[in-house]
């Protein structure tokens, strides 16, 4: 009786003050455990970001080393799509946390689908390549935290299936092609094709299939000429198209 006396005479106001203080101790105890943003060791995010890292490296590794460079040959591109694999997705995966996603992700594409490097004409093959490779990690990047890792893997087998149709000749022959000037203007009238044909056939020998007559000087006797032709091999001249070289290749330097 006396408990409950002294009990009752202690002011509710007091009470409520008291629980409530301890409501904030053990809020405050629980929110310790949980890990908080910019926490010296995060293991969780340090390999959900190494699994996405290597899994993008390695199908874009695949891209570039079994479709890409068998054909071009050109190791500085080999270095260029490699590096630019790896910035677009560290990128969008560090920066998704601040909600840019998808229109971060198409900012990039902007940028990126008109670049013309200064020092050479980016040709039409390595500008598709390099869209690809900034769409394979771009996605890649988006999706870490949306998808699952059997998605995204399934997300890059369906880039890897979709270039593979399309560089094999199991749908259409690929014909490569040379500008080039031609200085016997007789044999390029429509008649005379075959003849054309034959006589490109006996300077170059290549298998020329199909031409094509541009530009045509009289004063000069000479005519551009395209010319179609079926490779011995799979690989891509990139110097196909030049009909002049540059003269600045060609100058002594003292």
């Known amino acids: 009786m006396e408990l409950l006396t002294t009990l009752s005479a202690i002011d509710i106001p007091f009470l409520s003050a008291i629980w409530d203080f301890g409501n904030d101790i053990l809020a405050n105890t629980n929110d310790a455990t949980e890990p908080v943003k910019g926490a010296i060791f995060n293991l969780p995010g340090i390999i959900n970001l190494l699994v996405g890292f290597f899994l993008n490296l390695f199908f874009v590794g695949i891209v570039v080393r079994f479709f890409y460079y068998p054909k071009c040959k050109r190791s500085e591109f080999f270095f260029t799509f490699i590096l630019i694999a790896i910035s677009i997705f560290l990128l969008i995966y560090l920066l998704g946390g601040v909600k840019l996603k998808t229109g971060f992700a198409l900012g990039l594409f902007a940028i990126f689908s008109i670049i013309r490097y200064r020092t050479e004409q980016v040709a039409i093959r390595e500008m598709t390549y390099l869209f690809i ?122």
């Open 133 to 254: 490779i900034i769409a394979m990690s771009a996605i890649n990047g988006l999706v870490m935290e949306e998808l699952s890792y059997s998605e995204m893997v399934a997300a890059n087998l369906l880039f890897i299936a979709s270039i593979w149709a399309c560089e094999s000749h199991l749908f259409i022959k690929h014909l490569s092609y040379k500008v080039i000037k031609y200085d016997n203007i007789n044999l390029i009238t429509p008649e005379k094709e075959p003849e054309l044909i034959e006589d490109l056939k006996k300077r170059t020998g290549l298998n020329i299939v199909k031409v094509e007559v541009g530009g045509i000087d009289f004063l000069k006797d000479a005519a551009i000429i395209k010319m179609y032709y079926r490779p011995t091999d799979d690989s891509v001249n990139t110097v196909d198209t030049i009909i002049k070289a540059p003269s600045d290749e060609f100058k002594i330097k003292n």
